[in-house]
Every structure is written in structure tokens, then in C-alpha cells.
């Protein structure tokens, strides 16, 4: 089995039994969720997705789906003009409270059901439909993979989303937003209708993670500026009023939604995201939470945790009489271990030959790291030596 897979199918089988929570039952739709789905995907530099558990089940993105509007609304008009119609600072409140900031009537932030409404509002003209379209072809880049709205979550949004109109209602009288309101609201709905897998969602972070660059299609899709400034804001509002617990015990950029799903940014190293429907009092997937933070923690992915560099190691291949030598140097982080794992598979294909792994000029290598050059050697260890 592949090292990578098999560490995080650890964690997986490590949080499966936690039952705390319940899953949203404010749509028959999400009501109906199946509560012990779950799932988990990471995608690393080189556009290689490790998913495990329920990776293939499809689930709507719901508030997810919100930094990935605030990218095109930023992308089209720029941050200064974004930043007239809604801020970027904590609110310290749930996910849909009604609460405007005094003076302007700018919503909180773009991650708040009224912040993320007023930003829907600017990423394109016309009706809702040619509204959700523009949206929805850019959710798919982000994904690498056309993507779909499930009617029946769609409907379902609508019919019972009262508090939303309000939102937007409020917004409308305080010229927050334009135009007619209906137009707004049903475009956000159908924004959060969309379609995903936790691979979709993988790669979708993955995108923000490498600067706005798809990991897996190589596509640009929006400015490095762009994904910087998305991502900056989840870190300090993606999490709604569990903010701040979640930077300083996770440490990763992040954002979740009420079906639960929970997508997470490791900058430069990887885009991760997982799924499980049952919800703790702010919103958040129970045992998501659980997931980020044992990846957090083992992985060396807090934001903020010490590196001297998240570049590759250094690798030089060479061979002599007793077959293929490869020298590692510089700092192994968990990300750099997805390179040398992809070099390693590259130069034992089809080969018979015996390869050694020089790790004597590696400056730091972080434990997960050597975990997964571990877990290599315990499957290929007769014809696979580590020198170190």
C-alpha cells in the first residue's frame, strides 16, 4: 500500500467511531444525509490525490463554496471594491446572525451567510441562472472536473431559506447590494447546491494552497493575490465563532459547511479536505475537526509551526556497482516525502536494480516524513536500504 494512504487511513480508522453530533436538518435533503459517511482526501504539489473512506460519495459544498466566490469576486473587481460591500473581521458569531457593522452596513466577512450573500451579489450581472453558471464554471476549474447543482438540495434552499432573504433584504436597504433581491439570494443558493467529492474539495484547496494554480490540471485560475487574500481570510473567519480555537489548536486555513464537509489550506504543501454529516453546535463536522487536527499535528501543517524552509529536499541520483543511490539533503518536510516517494517509484519501475537512500546530508526531517520513508522500506525492504 502506498505509505501515504496508509497514514491516513490510520486516522480515519482512529476518528470512525466518534458518533457526537447530528446532522443538519434544516432541508429534508441534509436531514437525509447517511451520519457515518466519511472521508478524507489530501492533494500535494505535484497534483497527486490520496482520498480513503467514502471519496467517491457526492455531497453539496454549501458554505464551502464561499471563499471560492469571494476568489471570483476578487478576481473581477479587485480587493478595494470588494472591501466596500463586506469586511474581513471575525464577528464572534454564528454563521447567520444579523448583525451589520454600524456606519456602513457592510456585513462582517465573506464567510457569514450575509458577507457571503453581499459577495454572491458581485461576481456577476444578469438573472440568477446566468449568475449561477458563471460561478459554477469556475467552482469546476477550481476542481479540475465540470461540476453540477443537485435540484432537489437547490429547492430545498429555497423554500425554507427565510433568514437568507432577510439577510439580503437588510443588505438591499443598505445599499450593500444592488439590484433585485430575489436575483441574489436564488444565485447563492445555487451556489451552495453544488456538487463535490472530498476529492473535488481536495483539489479545490490544493488550487489555493499553490497560489491559485490547480495542482492537478496546472491551470491558473485565479492570481496569486487573489488565492492569498482568500486564504487569509479563512484563517481568521473560515471556522465561524470556533475561529480562533481552530488557529491555535489546527492551525490551518479552513472553511466547513452544514452537509460536512470541511476543507483545509497547508500553503505551498497540500489542499485537504474531508467529509462526515455530523455537526458540532457551531456548524463544524465532529469528526472533520478531529481529522485536521491529527493531521495538523503529525504532519508538521500548522501555519505557524517552525520551518526553515517548506521547499523540497534536495535529490541527486546516482548509480555505482551495487546499483541506484539517491541523496536527500536539505529539510524533509511531510509535503517533501510526496517527491521523494514519486522519484523512488519513478526509478524502481520496470527496474530490478537494488536503490539505496543516503539521508546523511538531510539538515531536519520532520517525524511524518520518516514515517512515510519508513513505511516504504518495510514493503520494498529487499531491494530498498536507507542509509542515514
Keep these: 500500500m502506498d505509505p501515504i ?17 447530528a446532522v443538519a436538518d434544516y432541508i429534508p435533503a441534509l436531514a437525509a444525509a447517511e451520519p457515518d459517511r466519511l472521508a478524507f482526501a489530501v492533494v500535494g504539489p505535484r497534483g497527486r490525490v490520496t482520498a480513503v473512506g467514502d ?8 458554505s464551502v463554496s464561499k471563499p471560492f466566490v469571494l476568489a471570483v469576486a476578487l478576481e473581477r473587481l479587485g480587493r ?4 466596500r460591500h463586506v469586511g474581513v473581521e471575525p464577528s464572534g458569531e454564528p454563521f447567520n446572525a444579523i448583525s451589520l457593522e454600524r456606519g456602513t ?3 462582517a466577512n465573506p464567510m457569514v451567510n450575509a458577507g457571503a450573500i453581499a459577495t454572491s451579489s458581485l461576481v456577476a450581472e ?10 459554477l464554471e469556475v467552482l469546476s476549474r477550481f476542481a479540475g472536473r465540470p461540476l453540477d447543482i443537485d435540484e432537489e438540495v437547490y429547492r430545498g434552499e429555497s423554500n425554507t431559506g427565510h433568514r437568507n432573504r432577510a439577510l439580503a433584504h437588510l443588505l438591499r436597504s443598505h445599499n450593500v447590494i444592488d439590484g433585485d433581491v430575489d436575483t441574489v439570494v436564488e444565485a447563492y443558493f445555487r451556489q451552495c447546491s453544488v456538487r463535490v467529492t472530498v476529492h473535488d474539495l481536495a483539489v479545490m484547496a490544493g488550487t489555493l494552497a499553490f497560489g491559485g494554480v490547480n495542482p492537478v490540471t496546472g491551470e491558473r485560475v485565479v492570481r496569486e493575490a487573489v488565492a492569498r487574500d482568500v486564504v487569509s481570510v479563512m484563517a481568521s473567519c473560515g471556522m465561524y465563532d470556533f475561529s480562533g480555537e481552530w488557529l491555535l489548536r489546527v492551525g490551518m486555513p479552513a472553511k466547513s459547511g452544514v452537509s460536512g464537509d470541511l476543507l483545509a489550506v497547508a500553503p505551498s504543501q497540500f489542499g485537504v479536505a ?3 454529516p455530523r455537526l458540532d453546535p457551531h456548524g463544524n463536522s465532529v469528526r472533520g475537526i478531529r481529522i485536521l487536527e491529527r493531521l495538523s499535528h503529525e504532519f508538521g501543517m500548522h501555519v505557524f509551526e517552525p520551518h526553515e524552509s517548506i521547499a523540497d529536499p534536495g535529490i541527486r541520483v546516482e548509480r555505482d556497482h ?4 539517491v541523496h536527500l539533503g536539505g529539510e524533509l518536510a511531510f509535503s517533501g516525502s510526496e517527491r521523494v516517494l514519486a522519484v523512488l517509484r519513478d526509478l524502481t519501475e520496470g527496474s530490478a ?6 539521508a546523511r546530508a538531510l539538515g531536519r526531517a520532520h517525524p511524518a516524513a520518516l514515517e512515510v520513508l519508513r513505511v516504504q522500506l518495510a514493503q520494498d525492504g529487499d531491494r530498498l536500504r536507507l542509509i542515514d
Excluded: C
Design 274 to 276: 474531508s467529509f462526515s
Design 322 to 325: 551495487e546499483g541506484i543511490l
Design 105 to 107: 452596513g457592510r456585513p
Design 5 to 21: 494512504r496508509s497514514m491516513l487511513e490510520s486516522v480515519l480508522a482512529e476518528v470512525r467511531p466518534d458518533d457526537d453530533g
Design 80 to 83: 478595494d471594491e470588494v472591501l
Design 55 to 62: 471519496s467517491e460519495h457526492l455531497f453539496t459544498i454549501q
Design 353 to 358: 536494480e537494488h536503490l539505496r537512500i543516503d
Design 126 to 135: 444578469g438573472d440568477a441562472a446566468a449568475r449561477s453558471a458563471q460561478v
